[in-house]
Nanobody, 126 residues
Framework: QVQLEESGGGLVQTGGSLSLSCAPSGRTFSTYAMGWFRQAPGKEREFVAVITWSENNKYYGDWVKGRFTISRDNANNTVYLQMNSLKPEDTAVYYC???????????????????WGQGTQVTVSS
């Protein structure tokens, strides 16, 4: 089945930037949307952003909109997350997620997604 792989995490100072990438590595890929969640130690998984594949609609979590930008590359089914003005509170494991079917409601709930990557660590130092 589809396997999503994230890359681009690392250590950055407060105010810095990172760009994350997510690409499928399975033999087939059929999806309606791909996006990003994050999870800090001891906290629940939090919605970051998602983009629909054919419509190019973008949705952002309340706390990251304006600092983070999601984009896509149709040629290789890759989704990106450009993160600017990073804060220590952004420190988390960032997970890529894919959804096969259109959204029935809010895209912000992790349980509605079908595929997940292993995550990439983002650490923002103060």
């Amino acid at each position: 089945q589809v396997q999503l792989e994230e890359s681009g995490g690392g250590l950055v100072q407060t105010g810095g930037s990172l760009s994350l990438s997510c690409a499928p590595s399975g033999r087939t890929f059929s999806t309606y949307a791909m996006g990003w969640f994050r999870q800090a130690p001891g906290k629940e998984r939090e919605f970051v952003a998602v983009i629909t594949w054919s419509e190019n609609n973008k949705y952002y979590g309340d706390w990251v909109k304006g600092r983070f930008t999601i984009s896509r590359d149709n040629a290789n089914n890759t989704v990106y997350l450009q993160m600017n003005s990073l804060k220590p509170e952004d420190t988390a494991v960032y997970y890529c997620a894919g959804k096969n079917n259109p959204f029935r409601g809010s895209p912000a709930y992790s349980h509605i997604y079908d595929y997940w990557g292993q995550g990439t660590q983002v650490t923002v130092s103060s």
